[in-house]
């Protein structure tokens, strides 16, 4: 199927370190995008990468995309509490986008 | 405020009732998007619409039905034919280029008792 799959599943770090999370996929896609979602919450968009960009910036979120590999990441610089979360990626198949499972970021203040 | 309203938060099924789940947008959006999330699981689309009284089926449809008979609103049946709808039900909607991506509803818990 065209659904990513993040790695790793669940990641734990210190209140100031960065924290990366990959996203794997098996086609060829259009855009690629990243999501965050809160326990029991819905997905807020954090950030779309077109498939001929290979980085995007938005405030402490930088965004790769290597099209050869079928894989982007996630960074997070200097993290907070605050971002404790789970964060999906979702490539796009035509008309919809498939989500992966999810990276489960703990922020330990 | 513009947004995607989801009701109820919290919805009780009993065996062999069919149940339905509300979705309103104030956002103009053309497309909307019923996913299923289960623990630990990522996100799998029901059915999505692009178009008014126009829906197409996603990976798991079976035991669902939905309508589309305004842009504003995309309900969810989930029937008795549903053997495990247990979940987290997640509403979306976008712009027909996703540019934007999608906006999400805040959910709906739906357990069988």
């Known amino acids: 199927s065209q659904q990513g799959e993040e790695d790793p599943q669940a990641l734990s770090i210190q209140e100031g370190e960065n924290a990366t999370m990959n996203c794997s996929y098996k086609t060829s896609i259009n855009n690629l995008q990243w999501y965050r979602q809160n326990s029991g919450r819905g997905l807020v968009h954090l950030i779309l990468i077109r498939s001929n960009e290979r980085e995007k910036h938005s405030g402490r979120l930088r965004v790769t995309l290597d099209t050869s590999k079928k894989s982007s990441s996630l960074l997070i610089t200097a993290s907070r509490a605050a971002d404790t979360a789970s964060y999906f990626c979702a490539t796009d198949a035509g008309n919809q986008f498939y989500f992966g499972t999810g990276t489960s970021l703990t922020v330990i203040p | 405020d513009g947004g995607i309203t989801q009701s109820p938060k919290y919805l009780f099924r009993k065996e062999g009732q069919n149940v339905t789940l509300s979705c309103e947008q104030n956002?103009?959006?053309?497309?909307m998007y019923w996913y299923r999330q289960d623990p630990g699981q990522g996100l799998r689309l029901i059915y999505y619409?692009?178009?008014?009284?126009?829906?197409q089926k996603g990976d798991i449809a079976e035991g669902y039905s939905v309508s589309r008979e305004k842009k504003e609103s995309f309900p969810l049946t989930v029937t008795s034919a549903q053997k495990n709808p247990t979940a987290f039900y997640l509403c979306?909607?976008?712009?027909?280029?996703?540019?934007?991506?999608?906006?999400f509803g805040s959910g709906t818990r739906l357990t069988v008792v």
């Open positions: 979306a909607s976008s712009i027909m280029d996703y540019w934007g991506g999608y906006t």
């Open positions: 956002l103009n959006h053309d497309a």
């Open positions: 619409s692009q178009i008014v009284n126009d829906f």
